[in-house]
T-cell receptor, first 115, second 109 residues
Framework: DTEVTQTPKHLVMGMTNKKSLKCEQH?????MYWYKQKAKKPPELMFV???????INESVPSRFSPECPNSSLLNLHLHALQPEDSALYLC??????????????FGEGSRLTVL | EDKVVQSPLSLVVHEGDTVTLNCSYE??????LLWYKQEKKAPTFLFML????IEKKSGRLSSILDKKELSSILNITATQTGDSAIYLC?????????FGDGTTLTVKP
Protein backbone atom coordinates (compact mmCIF):
# COMPACT_ATOMS: atom_id res chain seq x y z
CA ASP A 1 0.00 0.00 0.00
CA THR A 2 1.25 3.44 -0.93
CA GLU A 3 1.68 5.98 1.87
CA VAL A 4 0.61 8.78 -0.45
CA THR A 5 -3.16 8.84 -0.76
CA GLN A 6 -4.91 10.41 -3.71
CA THR A 7 -8.60 11.10 -4.18
CA PRO A 8 -10.62 10.58 -6.21
CA LYS A 9 -9.24 7.54 -8.02
CA HIS A 10 -11.35 8.33 -11.09
CA LEU A 11 -12.90 11.61 -12.21
CA VAL A 12 -14.98 12.44 -15.25
CA MET A 13 -15.67 16.11 -15.88
CA GLY A 14 -17.01 18.37 -18.55
CA MET A 15 -15.03 21.26 -20.00
CA THR A 16 -17.00 23.81 -17.97
CA ASN A 17 -16.73 22.01 -14.62
CA LYS A 18 -14.57 22.95 -11.65
CA LYS A 19 -13.13 20.04 -9.68
CA SER A 20 -10.18 19.29 -7.42
CA LEU A 21 -7.72 16.46 -6.98
CA LYS A 22 -6.45 15.82 -3.47
CA CYS A 23 -3.26 14.27 -2.15
CA GLU A 24 -2.19 13.48 1.40
CA GLN A 25 0.98 12.09 2.95
CA HIS A 26 1.96 11.55 6.56
CA UNK A 27 5.61 10.64 6.13
CA UNK A 28 6.84 14.09 7.17
CA UNK A 29 8.06 14.80 3.66
CA UNK A 30 8.56 18.49 2.90
CA UNK A 31 8.50 18.29 -0.90
CA MET A 32 5.35 17.42 -2.83
CA TYR A 33 4.82 17.09 -6.56
CA TRP A 34 2.17 16.85 -9.23
CA TYR A 35 2.95 14.79 -12.33
CA LYS A 36 0.82 14.14 -15.39
CA GLN A 37 1.13 10.79 -17.17
CA LYS A 38 -0.40 9.96 -20.53
CA ALA A 39 -0.73 6.37 -21.73
CA LYS A 40 2.59 4.69 -22.58
CA LYS A 41 4.50 7.86 -21.64
CA PRO A 42 6.64 8.70 -18.61
CA PRO A 43 5.42 11.03 -15.87
CA GLU A 44 5.80 14.73 -16.74
CA LEU A 45 6.45 17.16 -13.93
CA MET A 46 3.85 19.88 -13.44
CA PHE A 47 4.51 21.49 -10.04
CA VAL A 48 6.85 21.16 -7.07
CA UNK A 49 6.15 22.46 -3.58
CA UNK A 50 9.03 22.67 -1.14
CA UNK A 51 8.23 23.56 2.48
CA UNK A 52 4.71 24.51 1.37
CA UNK A 53 5.97 27.05 -1.16
CA UNK A 54 5.65 26.62 -4.92
CA UNK A 55 9.21 26.15 -6.16
CA ILE A 56 8.73 24.81 -9.68
CA ASN A 57 5.94 25.41 -12.20
CA GLU A 58 6.73 23.71 -15.49
CA SER A 59 4.83 26.27 -17.58
CA VAL A 60 1.55 24.57 -16.81
CA PRO A 61 -1.60 26.28 -18.21
CA SER A 62 -3.51 28.34 -15.66
CA ARG A 63 -6.52 26.03 -15.89
CA PHE A 64 -4.49 23.88 -13.45
CA SER A 65 -4.05 25.59 -10.09
CA PRO A 66 -2.05 23.90 -7.33
CA GLU A 67 -2.46 24.56 -3.63
CA CYS A 68 -0.51 23.33 -0.62
CA PRO A 69 -2.59 24.11 2.51
CA ASN A 70 -0.08 22.44 4.85
CA SER A 71 2.89 20.11 4.80
CA SER A 72 0.71 16.99 4.46
CA LEU A 73 -1.77 18.12 1.83
CA LEU A 74 -1.56 19.01 -1.83
CA ASN A 75 -4.48 19.93 -4.07
CA LEU A 76 -4.82 20.45 -7.78
CA HIS A 77 -7.76 22.64 -8.77
CA LEU A 78 -9.10 22.07 -12.25
CA HIS A 79 -11.17 24.51 -14.28
CA ALA A 80 -12.13 24.75 -17.94
CA LEU A 81 -10.07 21.73 -18.91
CA GLN A 82 -9.71 20.39 -22.43
CA PRO A 83 -10.15 16.78 -23.59
CA GLU A 84 -6.37 16.55 -24.14
CA ASP A 85 -5.92 17.07 -20.39
CA SER A 86 -7.30 13.58 -19.85
CA ALA A 87 -4.51 11.61 -18.16
CA LEU A 88 -3.37 9.97 -14.95
CA TYR A 89 -2.41 12.64 -12.43
CA LEU A 90 0.18 11.42 -9.97
CA CYS A 91 1.04 13.03 -6.68
CA UNK A 92 4.41 12.31 -5.11
CA UNK A 93 6.34 13.34 -2.04
CA UNK A 94 9.97 13.18 -0.98
CA UNK A 95 12.25 14.05 1.88
CA UNK A 96 14.43 17.10 1.59
CA UNK A 97 17.88 16.76 3.15
CA UNK A 98 20.48 19.51 2.92
CA UNK A 99 18.55 21.02 0.04
CA UNK A 100 18.48 17.75 -1.89
CA UNK A 101 15.36 15.75 -2.67
CA UNK A 102 15.24 12.03 -1.97
CA UNK A 103 13.38 9.39 -3.90
CA UNK A 104 9.78 10.02 -4.88
CA UNK A 105 6.93 8.20 -3.18
CA PHE A 106 3.99 8.15 -5.56
CA GLY A 107 0.30 7.89 -4.90
CA GLU A 108 -1.78 5.58 -7.07
CA GLY A 109 -3.00 8.46 -9.16
CA SER A 110 -6.26 10.06 -10.16
CA ARG A 111 -7.46 9.00 -13.60
CA LEU A 112 -9.07 12.10 -15.16
CA THR A 113 -11.32 12.04 -18.21
CA VAL A 114 -12.44 15.36 -19.70
CA LEU A 115 -15.46 15.14 -21.96
CA GLU B 1 16.95 21.22 -21.87
CA ASP B 2 17.53 18.18 -19.65
CA LYS B 3 17.34 14.88 -21.48
CA VAL B 4 17.13 11.26 -20.26
CA VAL B 5 17.22 8.43 -22.82
CA GLN B 6 16.53 4.79 -22.06
CA SER B 7 17.22 1.75 -24.18
CA PRO B 8 15.90 -0.55 -25.30
CA LEU B 9 12.33 0.78 -25.34
CA SER B 10 11.01 -2.74 -25.00
CA LEU B 11 12.39 -6.16 -24.30
CA VAL B 12 10.89 -9.65 -24.26
CA VAL B 13 12.77 -12.42 -22.44
CA HIS B 14 12.07 -15.80 -20.90
CA GLU B 15 12.10 -16.62 -17.22
CA GLY B 16 15.62 -17.19 -15.96
CA ASP B 17 17.24 -14.82 -18.45
CA THR B 18 19.42 -11.91 -17.35
CA VAL B 19 18.61 -8.44 -18.68
CA THR B 20 20.46 -5.14 -18.77
CA LEU B 21 18.58 -1.89 -19.12
CA ASN B 22 20.37 1.31 -20.08
CA CYS B 23 19.89 4.95 -19.18
CA SER B 24 21.90 7.90 -20.45
CA TYR B 25 21.45 11.54 -19.57
CA GLU B 26 22.40 15.07 -20.52
CA UNK B 27 21.44 17.43 -17.74
CA UNK B 28 22.72 20.48 -15.92
CA UNK B 29 23.22 20.28 -12.16
CA UNK B 30 23.07 16.50 -11.80
CA UNK B 31 22.23 15.44 -8.25
CA UNK B 32 21.18 11.81 -8.50
CA LEU B 33 19.87 9.13 -10.83
CA LEU B 34 16.92 7.03 -9.75
CA TRP B 35 15.34 3.84 -11.05
CA TYR B 36 11.63 3.10 -10.64
CA LYS B 37 9.42 0.15 -11.53
CA GLN B 38 5.92 0.83 -12.80
CA GLU B 39 3.39 -1.96 -13.06
CA LYS B 40 -0.27 -1.07 -13.40
CA LYS B 41 -0.33 1.98 -11.25
CA ALA B 42 2.23 4.29 -9.68
CA PRO B 43 6.02 3.99 -10.04
CA THR B 44 7.77 2.42 -7.07
CA PHE B 45 11.33 3.28 -6.13
CA LEU B 46 14.17 0.82 -6.78
CA PHE B 47 17.52 2.62 -6.46
CA MET B 48 19.09 6.02 -6.03
CA LEU B 49 22.63 6.50 -7.34
CA UNK B 50 24.78 9.52 -6.64
CA UNK B 51 28.36 8.24 -6.75
CA UNK B 52 30.07 6.79 -9.77
CA UNK B 53 31.13 3.14 -9.71
CA ILE B 54 29.30 2.09 -6.56
CA GLU B 55 26.87 -0.76 -7.22
CA LYS B 56 23.52 -0.78 -5.47
CA LYS B 57 21.99 -4.20 -5.04
CA SER B 58 18.63 -5.54 -3.94
CA GLY B 59 18.05 -9.25 -4.43
CA ARG B 60 18.23 -10.02 -8.14
CA LEU B 61 18.35 -6.35 -9.11
CA SER B 62 21.48 -4.21 -9.22
CA SER B 63 22.41 -0.86 -10.64
CA ILE B 64 25.52 1.21 -11.19
CA LEU B 65 26.24 4.77 -12.26
CA ASP B 66 29.02 5.94 -14.57
CA LYS B 67 29.29 9.71 -14.23
CA LYS B 68 32.06 9.93 -16.80
CA GLU B 69 29.86 8.25 -19.41
CA LEU B 70 26.72 9.98 -18.09
CA SER B 71 24.92 6.68 -17.91
CA SER B 72 23.58 3.95 -15.68
CA ILE B 73 22.57 0.34 -16.08
CA LEU B 74 19.98 -1.74 -14.28
CA ASN B 75 20.61 -5.48 -14.22
CA ILE B 76 18.03 -8.11 -13.40
CA THR B 77 19.26 -11.69 -13.05
CA ALA B 78 17.15 -14.86 -13.12
CA THR B 79 14.12 -12.92 -14.33
CA GLN B 80 10.63 -13.92 -13.21
CA THR B 81 7.22 -13.13 -14.70
CA GLY B 82 6.67 -10.74 -11.80
CA ASP B 83 9.50 -8.60 -13.14
CA SER B 84 7.31 -7.66 -16.13
CA ALA B 85 6.85 -3.90 -15.85
CA ILE B 86 8.01 -0.56 -17.19
CA TYR B 87 11.37 0.44 -15.74
CA LEU B 88 11.81 4.17 -15.52
CA CYS B 89 15.07 6.05 -15.12
CA UNK B 90 14.91 9.57 -13.70
CA UNK B 91 17.58 12.18 -13.10
CA UNK B 92 17.15 14.67 -10.28
CA UNK B 93 18.44 18.20 -10.78
CA UNK B 94 17.66 20.85 -8.16
CA UNK B 95 14.68 18.93 -6.82
CA UNK B 96 13.18 18.25 -10.24
CA UNK B 97 13.09 14.71 -11.63
CA UNK B 98 13.20 14.27 -15.41
CA PHE B 99 12.10 10.82 -16.55
CA GLY B 100 13.18 8.78 -19.53
CA ASP B 101 10.57 7.08 -21.71
CA GLY B 102 11.05 3.81 -19.88
CA THR B 103 11.87 0.26 -20.91
CA THR B 104 8.94 -2.13 -21.09
CA LEU B 105 10.13 -5.54 -19.95
CA THR B 106 8.03 -8.62 -20.64
CA VAL B 107 9.13 -11.88 -19.04
CA LYS B 108 7.50 -14.96 -20.56
CA PRO B 109 7.14 -18.21 -18.58
Amino acid sequence: DTEVTQTPKHLVMGMTNKKSLKCEQHMGHRAMYWYKQKAKKPPELMFVYSYEKLSINESVPSRFSPECPNSSLLNLHLHALQPEDSALYLCASSQVFQGKAGELFFGEGSRLTVL
Amino acid sequence: EDKVVQSPLSLVVHEGDTVTLNCSYEVTNFRSLLWYKQEKKAPTFLFMLTSSGIEKKSGRLSSILDKKELSSILNITATQTGDSAIYLCAVDTHGKSTFGDGTTLTVKP
